[in-house]
């Protein structure tokens, strides 16, 4: 398994972080969550980010993508981390692309799937109903009716759920929560009647929302893969979700971190730099240890995505990893650097505070630092 990027990534990378410290720096987040923007991202910038070919990046060539895979996503995710830049690159491409990848008929892909590449359309996942990530948990139920479905109930956390051209909802057709079995998909416009979109304020001011479902009635053609086996196909793609907030995350931690170390290195007290007082200096050599512990898992999971001589359970146990590592590495380097700047630290003049609200939002997404402990678990007895 290669823990590093190839040449092609790290090319990659550097145009990541060129167009967005040029088109999204910190201060373009500040003027979307001033400005109340109810897309939580900058159209324009979304439509540059699609010229540049992010929207491509995990797709095969045939459906009009780069092929280059989750370790082709990592670089753009930890240059989106580093300059806290919003787009719905996660949810409309990696969860709601994947999803039409892996179980759309060719019908649905023609329709969506180049639509989504493009730009001009966007997906949403609609799967949460409780306040933590549980996905087996989905208990919303899909009744047969006449030649389609029914359904009623509520999605949370819908994440760039406003202004979304459709959701992919995740509701059950047989069995109950917790069974792995009886889960079905189905691709829902946002147009449909009986469908409500609300906005769902979350700390780090970007786009997420709450499904209302009144008696929506969906046609067969709604339905993506096979009738109740819809959790091999979501797994697969929340994981590829996991692996990408858990790049963003290291890239959030690396720039805190070297932030605090030049605020160390230039904020005087008793006519001394502190970064020379030690018990700081211990205190960054910690962090510093945990960045490459996060950077190594993080590696390891992007790279399990793409290896398919893996086994399910081992790709998703090098997932968990990753998504627990980095988030708990992001919130360590984010409530040490709010400490060691001080009381400033904690005001609207410096930007640590955005990233710290974008650390707490970012490792709860698909799943906190306690799911994956848990999940990893499970897993690793698996693979024994």
Not at 242 to 256: D, K, W, Y
Not at 365 to 374: A, K, P, Q, S, V
């Amino acid at each position: 398994m290669n823990l590093r990027y190839s040449e092609e990534q790290r090319l990659l990378a550097d145009s990541a972080r060129d167009f967005l410290a040029a088109r999204s720096p910190v201060a373009a987040q500040r003027r979307l969550r001033d400005e109340g923007s109810a897309l939580g991202f900058d159209p324009q910038l979304w439509h540059a980010a699609v010229d540049l070919g992010w929207s491509a990046i995990p797709f095969p060539e045939n459906y009009g993508g780069l092929d280059f895979g989750c370790m082709g996503l990592g670089p753009v995710f930890e240059s989106l981390g580093r300059n806290l830049a919003a787009t719905p690159l996660l949810s409309s491409v990696v969860l709601g692309g994947s999803l039409l990848h892996l179980a759309g008929n060719p019908q649905q892909q023609d329709r969506w799937l180049n639509a989504l590449i493009s730009g001009e359309k966007r997906l949403a996942l609609a799967l949460d109903e409780q306040s933590r990530h549980n996905p087996l948990g989905t208990a919303i139920e899909a009744r047969a009716e006449g030649d389609g479905f029914r359904l009623q109930g509520d999605k949370y956390w819908v994440v760039d759920g406003l202004g979304a051209d459709a959701y992919v909802l995740a509701a059950r057709t047989s069995g109950h929560a917790g069974d792995v079995q009886g889960i079905s998909l189905f691709l829902v416009p946002a147009d449909t009647p009986g469908v409500h979109c609300s906005a769902l304020p979350l700390i780090d001011s970007r786009n997420c929302a709450r499904l209302h479902l009144d008696g929506v009635q969906l046609g067969c053609d709604a339905l993506l893969g096979n009738l109740g086996d819809g959790w091999t196909a979501l797994d697969a793609a929340l994981d590829r979700g996991r692996a990408c907030l858990s790049a963003e995350l290291l890239g959030v931690a690396e720039h805190v971190f070297q932030t605090t170390l030049d605020y160390l290195k230039t904020r005087v007290q008793f006519d001394t730099p502190i970064g020379a007082f030690q018990a700081l200096q211990h205190r960054a050599a910690q962090l510093y240890v945990d960045l490459a512990l996060a950077r190594s898992a993080v590696m390891a999971g992007l790279a399990a995505l793409d290896d398919a001589s893996l086994s399910v359970a081992e790709r998703g146990r090098l997932v968990s990893l990753a998504k627990w590592k980095a988030g708990d590495t992001a919130i360590k380097v984010s409530n040490e650097a709010v400490q060691m700047h001080g009381g400033i630290g904690v005001t609207d003049e410096l930007d640590i505070g955005l990233y710290l609200k974008r650390v707490r939002v970012a490792q709860a997404c698909l799943g906190d630092r306690d799911f994956h402990c848990e999940r990893y678990s499970a897993l690793d007895q698996a693979c024994a």
